[in-house]
């Protein structure tokens, strides 16, 4: 047995995997392989690491300007921060929870407690009904009268909502929610992917609002909803990312953009070549493509039999973050921790009170000084901040969130703003994607020495994003060290 693993240890000294893509999932990936020996270079075409982890500082802050906590479900990512060295600075946010805005009138609430990606378990709750009025009520409440499904289920979210609560319960509490969390409407979610197990539990309660307290029950949380965060920012994961990778000899190199894989055909080359731009050549007898969808399948179609070059149109979505002083009413959370909106009531679709949100960052500024993230833009419909400069994108973006907090806040106020654009994959719980990112998976699975990993494959969020990282490097990590010849 030592002799076997002495003879696969000098084995992985001698492959070489090429990772394409420095975001969150190429680093996580890279590391699995270096872990065992394998030589690794990964290959990131901007002049940063992270993907949708961004870090700026802003009128003196080191701000999160793109991914700001993770979800802790599986417990994968906060295994991987404990392993980098971080457990010290993991924090939880504010528990006071987010409000709903664009409600008649131009009013405002707390988002209900007890809830299902915004679906209610108890419509009659007071907090449910400063939402939706007793007339929402009421039609909710039909929903105990109608008889569940026993043939079949319903797999459009907004569909079932619908059909057994009612508009107002959508509108105004399902569809804020699936907006701000998925950038996607509710007839766009699938069921079974955004609420596992919500179906059946409407079968054997006989209502959705039965559904959702018996799945609560269960300690079934929403996607999403119980998250940390790293005292600092999340860009000190990346880093820590980075660090680990250069400790185990894995080059990573910035501006080096892929323009073509190469498969070889002699079983006594590595498998593949990877081209850059200025025709270097680099021999791999693996490649792991860790791109956002439209760069991977431009990459990959070539040569994966059967895989579509044409990524399915997501979201675009801009997240201008603020920071403001002078503004005393922001001292009391006025509205939480942030704010989502009922689509089409206004130019946002959400916004952060990341001061509020998060202790670190309040006593990282100076008193009175507040942070604000302000999104912009959803699925089939572009940003308001579209076509904008920079300038006038942060005005409309102070004025959306002086009327998403209800507190006066003027341009004077203003000490800084960072503009941060996403071109977003189609989310993994539309109805139809969990079975196109299959077919793409089992298209570059069939084709020896490649891989696939990312938020287009794996679903949106660190919580997916690193298991699949890992499990796609482990996959190619055991056909390189259990092959005697290179990969044909």
Same mark, same amino acid.
């Given at each position: 047995m030592t002799e076997d693993l002495g003879l696969l240890a000098a084995r992985a000294r001698q492959r070489h995997v090429v990772v394409v893509g420095g975001g969150v999932s190429g680093l996580v990936a890279a590391l699995e392989f270096a872990k065992v020996g394998v030589q690794v270079t990964v290959l990131e075409?901007?002049?940063?690491?992270?993907?949708?982890?961004?870090?700026?500082?802003?009128?003196?802050?080191?701000? +999160?300007?793109?991914?700001?906590s993770y979800a802790t479900r599986g417990g994968t990512v906060r295994a991987l921060v404990d392993e980098l060295g971080l457990a010290d600075a993991v924090t939880t946010p504010n528990p006071a929870g987010a409000w709903v805005a664009g409600l008649p009138g131009g009013g405002a609430a707390p988002l209900p407690s007890g809830s299902i990606l915004g679906i209610p378990a108890n419509p009659w709750a007071p907090d449910v009904r400063r939402v939706i009025g007793w007339s929402g009520v009421w039609r909710a409440y039909v929903d105990r009268l109608r008889p569940p499904l026993t043939i079949g289920h319903q797999h459009s979210l907004g569909a079932l909502v619908r059909s057994r609560m009612g508009a107002k319960v959508l509108d105004r509490l399902v569809a804020p929610v699936t907006t701000g969390v998925y950038s996607a409407r509710p007839d766009d979610i699938d069921v079974d992917l955004?609420? =596992?197990?919500?179906?059946?539990?409407?079968? %054997?309660? @006989?209502?959705?609002?039965?559904?959702?307290?018996?799945? %609560?029950?269960? %300690?079934?949380?929403?996607?999403?909803?119980?998250?940390?965060?790293?005292?600092?920012?999340?860009?000190r994961l990346v880093d820590a990312l980075a660090a680990r990778l250069r400790e185990r000899g894995v080059e990573v #190199?910035?501006?080096?953009?892929?323009?073509?894989?190469? =498969?070889?055909?002699?079983?006594? &080359? =590595?498998?593949?070549?990877?081209?850059?731009?200025? @025709?270097?050549?680099?021999?791999?007898?693996?490649?792991?493509?860790?791109?956002?969808?439209?760069?991977?399948?431009?990459?990959?179609?070539?040569?994966? +039999?059967?895989?579509?070059p044409d990524a399915e149109p997501g979201p675009v979505v801009e997240v201008i973050t603020l920071v403001v002083g002078g503004a005393a009413a922001l001292d009391a959370h006025p509205r939480g921790t942030g704010v989502l909106t009922v689509p089409g009531s206004g130019a946002a679709k959400a916004l952060t009170h990341s001061t509020a949100k998060w202790r670190w960052l309040a006593d990282a500024g100076e008193p009175g000084v507040h942070v604000l993230r302000v999104s912009f833009g959803a699925q089939g419909e572009e940003p308001a901040t579209a076509g904008m400069n920079d300038a006038d994108a942060a005005r409309l973006a102070l004025s959306e969130a002086s009327a998403l907090l209800g507190v006066p806040l003027v341009s004077t106020q203003l000490r800084g703003a960072r503009r941060e654009r996403y071109a977003q994959a189609q989310p993994g719980? &539309?109805?139809? #994607?969990?079975?196109?990112?299959?077919?793409? %998976?089992?298209?570059?699975?069939?084709?020896?020495?490649?891989?696939?990993? @990312?938020?287009?494959?794996a679903g949106t969020g660190l919580a997916q994003v690193v298991p699949d990282a890992r499990a796609e490097a482990d996959r190619l990590r055991s056909a390189v060290l259990w092959t005697d010849t290179h990969p044909a």
């Open positions: 075409a901007s002049d940063r690491l992270g993907g949708v982890i961004r870090s700026a500082e802003v009128a003196g802050l080191t701000l +999160d300007v793109g991914a700001e955004a609420a =596992p197990g919500l179906n059946a539990a409407l079968t %054997r309660t @006989g209502s959705l609002s039965g559904a959702v307290t018996d799945l %609560r029950g269960a %300690r079934t949380a929403a996607p999403g909803s119980a998250v940390e965060g790293i005292a600092g920012g999340m860009g #190199r910035t501006g080096a953009e892929v323009t073509a894989l190469l =498969p070889n055909a002699s079983p006594d &080359a =590595p498998a593949w070549t990877v081209v850059l731009p200025d @025709g270097e050549q680099l021999p791999a007898d693996a490649v792991l493509v860790a791109l956002p969808e439209a760069p991977a399948r431009a990459l990959l179609s070539p040569v994966a +039999d059967g895989l579509s719980t &539309a109805i139809g #994607r969990a079975a196109s990112t299959a077919t793409a %998976r089992a298209a570059v699975r069939a084709v020896p020495g490649l891989g696939v990993s @990312g938020a287009w494959v």
